[in-house]
């Protein structure tokens, strides 16, 4: 039983259109991945210019998920996790439909990164929401319920793509958007914001994070332990083609396959983390444990010369799974600080790790043209394995903590 404040069919409907939110936000997080081909030749890209001008794009997106995890994060908790529920999926919704309709690359990038500032905002609220409103015991399930359901948006980006175009596929994801607007009328705000809101203290306030050596540091090590996610999705599995092209592969490998079987792989690894921690009380051995699998799975992809297709899928359910700690890692992000700051903190810190996929496009780019695309992977593999881990060591258990506290 949910033990809450709130009557437990209201917790319920409160968690399931949560995830629904993460759903629709996934969907339209990853599709650019999925049909990036597709699109990029209607649009009359060159087939040699077609990895860089993918990267131009994603970080434009990458770009916007930055600004707006920031500004999202303030609206959240100066004027309520609802408003930002409400605002973000509007403007990411309307903003994918624009993107059907583009004709240039450069009208791509920047919808895109109008789709990154909508998309930064979901996420965020719904693990903040479902975390202050649920039992401190039982508050994992509900974030992995949110993850799990969530993650399998990007199945259905890829089935949508295979049946029609790339244009419809980004029609559906923005009225998808449109339609969960209706179902969040239900939804009600968090008791504990509800709290704090009327009261004469500092919410929403980032130099309390970065005013304060202990916190930032605190905060930058929430950022580092899930930057190896974002780094496997958006550059090992989104260029699978390139990679497999260097492995001898008979066929090419499919992008929007790849990336569809890695989110099963990441919703199994999700519910499997959650289990996993609410077993052991530690989110942090939870963490542990599935970098060093990553870890592992990362060096199989890296070393599968002559890899098929049928192996790559597989090896994405793996490599999926092995990152599955996505809704643990937010979770840990969103149990550090206090309520007056829990949004700002919850919304940006997923989005700093994904927008850091800017930089470490940067340093992979670096790494190919000195030595080669394996060589590059395994070089940034290591590297955000190892500062992860060290992240890692640096935070303090929240398993089971109370929530309900401000930060001065």
Excluded at 178 to 191: D, M, P
Aim: aromatic share 14%; net charge neutral.
């Amino acid at each position: 039983m949910i033990k809450t404040n709130s009557s437990p069919k209201s917790v319920i409907f409160l968690v399931i259109v949560a995830a629904l939110g993460y759903f629709v936000d996934i969907y339209d997080l990853v599709l650019f991945s999925i049909v990036r081909i597709e699109s990029f030749k209607d649009l009359g890209i060159a087939d040699e210019d077609m990895r860089v001008m993918g990267e131009y794009v994603i970080n434009m997106q990458m770009g916007g998920l930055l600004l707006g995890g920031i500004l999202w994060g303030i609206i959240g908790d100066k004027l309520g996790r609802i408003k930002v529920l409400f605002g973000s999926i509007l403007m990411y919704s309307l903003a994918n439909i624009a993107n059907g309709l583009v004709t240039d690359i450069n009208a791509y990038a920047i919808i895109r990164f109008i789709a990154g500032i909508g998309l930064a905002g979901e996420l965020g609220a719904g693990v903040t929401l479902v975390s202050e409103t649920m039992s401190k015991e039982n508050r994992g399930y509900g974030t992995m319920i949110v993850a799990g359901v969530g993650l399998f948006g990007a199945v259905l980006a890829n089935t949508v793509h295979e049946l029609f175009t790339w244009q419809t596929a980004y029609f559906v994801g923005g009225g998808l958007g449109l339609l969960l607007l209706f179902l969040r009328i239900g939804t009600f705000e968090s008791g504990m914001f509800n709290e704090v809101a009327g009261k004469d203290i500092s919410k929403g306030n980032v130099m309390i994070i970065l005013g304060n050596r202990k916190k930032f540091i605190k905060y930058l090590h929430c950022i580092i332990i899930g930057a190896p996610l974002w780094f496997v999705v958006g550059i090992l599995v989104t260029q699978s083609p390139e990679f497999g092209k260097f492995l001898g592969a008979p066929e090419p490998l499919s992008a929007g396959k790849g990336i569809m079987y890695t989110y099963i792989g990441i919703a199994i690894g999700d519910v499997f983390a959650g289990l996993f921690a609410q077993f052991t009380k530690s989110r942090r051995l939870t963490m542990l444990v599935f970098h060093l699998l990553s870890i592992v799975s990362v060096v199989f992809y890296l070393s599968s010369y002559g890899i098929t297709q049928s192996q790559f899928l597989i090896l994405c359910v793996f490599i999926g799974f092995s990152v599955g700690y996505w809704a643990t890692f937010v979770t840990i992000a969103s149990e550090q600080f206090g309520t007056n700051i829990r949004s700002t903190v919850t919304t940006t810190v997923p989005n700093f790790v994904r927008g850091a996929l800017i930089p470490i496009t940067f340093l992979f780019e670096f790494f190919v043209h000195r030595y080669n695309i394996i060589t590059a992977a395994y070089i940034l593999t290591f590297f955000l394995s190892v500062i992860a881990l060290f992240s890692l060591s640096q935070l303090k258990e929240t398993f089971g903590k109370d929530l309900d506290y401000i930060e001065e």
